[in-house]
């Protein structure tokens, strides 16, 4: 063994000394369990290793294993992914090479971005253009820098033990769209008809236990089938356990009597109760530029009485975590923001939803209404979730639609003043070479942190607008465990925990379509999804996301099994659980800039200035529109299509002539 696998002490009690480096064959299927070997290089090391060179293995490492089937080589920003958006970021194609080639080719439009609101981009403008020269129709071309599309819609796969298991990468909730809305006829049109789903039935031997239908939902908690860790943390060692901490009023909790009220008031439900704050009704109205123009931890001190040291101590990220940090970094006004940019809810009160694999059916339907020869099968749930996607009818010569996989954008520009000119031309990056393409109009559907970068004319107005984009990073750590005998004999189906790897997670009852099991019991195998945020309190929004970031980046995959390992001996080996039996595998996914972080002052500005995302809304930048969930200030899915939507329109005069 090289010095660069060593093991620590502890290692072969947590299943990292096996024998088979990194793969488990569990069922005949290979699944992960172990082993990134990079140490702890930075960054700039990271992204030096050399393809060919004796470091290509780490570079495979550190992206892991991605489970099986077709997104197995698209588990979150892999290496090569990272490598080829630093490369852009850093100048490496300013000027572009010389040997750069021209395809020739020249497009209506080109979308930078194959994820949710690309994909909305592309459909929009070939359904809205209709026909130009000769009766032809519209030409899109879709550059998108992964493997596959969907962007943070995609999922992992597993088998264990002849089972499949489908989990999220990223993009998870799909919530109930008001009837006749915008979004509820923009699902119908890709084939999205049937708004509930059907969830796995109990098939356990003992009582039924509370299962949410998302990871997110915590349904145990108010059925007293809910757990909080105190560790080290809070000078337990071992840790303990308070399980059912509302019904119990948190007795037993090793914190101060303080911070014990407090946290029995949040989880309890109680501390929204006691105050008589009104909300806002309507974006853009007076309450709501006034939370605009504090934190979210104010916010929550002054609405809910909390202390900063409980909030800090126990409540951040996850409080904040819909926009990727704690709430002492965020406009108080994103807690409300999602709610009020679009209508949502049928009236049944039963409206979040989510698929197997999270929003990637969602992006597979649109690829399919795109080019349907794209993914084997109808266009329905059922046929997008069970159809193979076709990777040759993706990118067809002749094709109006063409998608272009593993291709990172890598410059744009106007050919010409940007007032005035009729053309861009547009680079991108694919297998170690660049091309180049025309087009009359471009939509950047990409996030943020690479549009910057990519137009290189961009106009001072846009490049100081997205100056004030912040992003901080995520990690979806996906643990498939062959049972949850663990979890049942302690009465728990979720849990939280305030250090260590990620802070909660809960058993789901999955969706029944795309071939899921039709039912759940403790004795089945399942995964469960650690969502790993990196908050810093007190520092900067903008100083977090690249502490963060930095942290993802230089923690080797083997360091983090490592870690996942060991918190879960700690957690649950006192109650039968055993990592080296019972982890079947784990598969990280590794996100660079997942959230937006909106800070306070981003959605209706401040000091008299425009908020930066008004800045980029409100017109093109010659014959470029921008689009992105970016620009809502919202993380979710929908948001992504209303961007698209408004982008394309800002752009038909442009794309047409």
């Known amino acids: 063994m090289t010095d660069s696998k060593k093991t620590v002490p502890g290692d072969r009690s947590i299943g990292m000394d096996h024998s088979i480096t990194r793969r488990d064959f569990l069922g005949s299927t290979l699944l992960a369990s172990g082993a990134g070997l990079l140490g702890g290089r930075n960054p700039a090391e990271l992204l030096a290793l050399a393809s060919g060179s004796p470091a290509a293995a780490e570079r495979k ?129 890709i084939g999205l008809h049937a708004p509930k789903l ?97 934190s979210l931890e104010q916010h929550m001190m002054e609405r809910y009485g909390l202390s900063r040291e409980t909030i800090r101590t126990f409540l951040s990220p996850v409080e904040g975590g819909g926009s990727g940090l704690g709430p002492d970094a965020l406009s108080a006004f994103s807690e409300y923001a999602a709610d009020l940019l679009h209508p949502w809810d049928d009236g049944s009160g039963d409206v979040v939803q989510m698929f197997p694999g999270g929003n990637t059916v969602i992006a597979r339907l649109m690829a399919k209404a795109l080019l349907p020869a794209s993914i084997e099968g109808p266009a329905t749930v059922e046929g997008v979730s069970r159809g193979a996607v076709n990777f040759g009818a993706l990118d067809v010569s002749g094709s109006n639609v063409r998608l272009r996989l593993s291709s990172t954008a890598v410059s744009l520009q106007h050919d010409g003043d940007p007032a005035k000119a009729s053309s861009l031309s547009i680079a991108y990056a694919k297998d170690g070479k660049v091309f180049r393409v025309k087009a009359r109009s471009a939509v950047m559907a990409g996030g943020s942190w690479t549009t910057k970068h990519i137009i290189t004319d961009l106009g001072e107005a846009q490049r100081n607008a997205y100056a004030q984009f912040y992003r901080s990073p995520c990690m979806m750590a996906n643990v498939a465990v062959r049972n949850w005998r663990f979890l ?35 004795d089945a195998p399942i995964v469960l999804t650690l969502k790993v945020l990196y908050s810093y309190p007190g520092l900067s929004t903008e100083d977090q996301g690249h502490r963060g970031r930095g942290e993802m980046l230089t923690t080797s995959f083997r360091e983090y099994e490592r870690r996942i390992r060991q918190q879960f001996m700690d957690m649950f080996g006192g109650a039968g659980f055993d990592a080296e039996r ?44 921008f689009a992105n969930t970016d620009l809502a200030g919202a993380m979710d899915h929908r948001y992504s299509i209303l961007e698209a939507h408004r982008a394309i329109e800002q752009l038909l005069d442009r794309a047409v002539t």
């Open 488 to 522: 049942a004999k302690m009465g728990i189906t979720g849990c939280r925990w305030f250090d260590g790897v990620g802070n909660y997670f809960d058993v789901r009852r999955v969706a029944v379509c795309g071939g899921v099991e039709p039912t759940i019991s403790p």
């Open 61 to 189: 490492d550190w992206t892991s294993y991605g489970g099986v089937g077709e997104y197995s080589r698209s588990n979150g920003n892999t290496f090569e992914v990272i490598e080829a958006g630093h490369k852009m970021r850093d100048g490496a194609y300013t000027p572009l090479p010389r040997d750069a080639i021209d395809t020739g080719e020249t497009y209506d439009c080109v979308v930078v971005g194959g994820g949710i609101s690309g994909l909305a981009a592309a459909l929009f403008f070939v359904r809205q253009t209709g026909q130009g020269q000769a009766g032809q129709a519209r030409s899109c071309l879709i550059l998108e820098n992964h493997p596959i599309f969907g962007g943070e819609a995609k999922q992992n796969e597993f088998e264990v033990d002849g089972k499949k298991l489908v989990a999220h990468q990223g993009s998870a909730i799909y919530l109930v769209p008001y009837p006749y809305s915008f979004i509820a006829r923009f699902y119908d049109s």
């Open 198 to 294: 059907t969830y796995q039935k109990w098939s356990g031997s003992g009582p039924e236990m509370a299962l949410s239908h998302t990871p997110y939902d915590s349904a145990g908690l108010s059925r007293g089938q809910y757990g909080l860790w105190f560790g080290a943390k809070f000078g337990q060692q071992p840790g303990t356990w308070l399980i059912d901490p509302v019904g119990k009023k948190m007795d037993g909790a090793p914190v101060s009597p303080a911070a014990r009220r407090e946290l029995l008031r949040w989880f309890s439900g109680a501390a929204a109760g006691q105050s008589n704050f009104d909300p806002p009704r309507y974006e853009g109205d007076e309450i709501s530029r006034r939370l605009d123009a504090i």
């Open 582 to 625: 019972d982890i079947a595998g784990i598969v990280l996914n590794r996100w660079g800039h997942a959230y937006l972080n909106p800070q306070p002052g981003f959605f209706f500005g401040k000091e008299g200035k425009p908020a930066p995302r008004d800045v980029l809304r409100s017109a093109p930048f010659g014959r470029v529109a």
